[in-house]
């Protein structure tokens, strides 16, 4: 019976897995938790330094809300993002390493 219990959390588990690298997998949402990672940012920022549109980076925005991979901060007129799921922080770091570090191939 324990073979079952493991196979069932390893199951469970890998569908985890899988609905964060379907969210990852949108170049947008990627670059957007890339920049959060190194910080919070207003919307305005998001768009200035990724070069995303407004319409397209707050559709983005709310999938990785919805998703519970960022979450907001009010100041006065302005919304604050920032990474909140340690996970997709790690899956971001390693990328960033394999990717855009300097040992990338």
């Not at 990852?24 to 949402?29: I, K």
């Not at 319409?55 to 998703?67: A, G, I, N, Y």
């Amino acid at each position: 019976m324990e073979d079952v219990l493991e196979l069932t959390q390893m199951q469970t588990a890998a569908a985890e897995a899988c609905g964060l690298m379907k969210v990852l997998s949108n170049p947008d949402r990627l670059m957007i938790l890339c920049q959060l990672s190194q910080g919070e940012h207003r919307v305005g920022e998001l768009e200035s330094l990724l070069g995303i549109v407004q319409p397209t980076l707050s559709q983005q925005l709310t999938v990785l809300r919805d998703e519970a991979l960022v979450a907001t901060r009010r100041d006065g007129k302005h919304i604050y993002y920032r990474l909140e799921s340690l996970r997709a922080l790690a899956v971001i770091q390693v990328l960033y390493d394999q990717f855009c570090g300097k040992t990338k191939e």
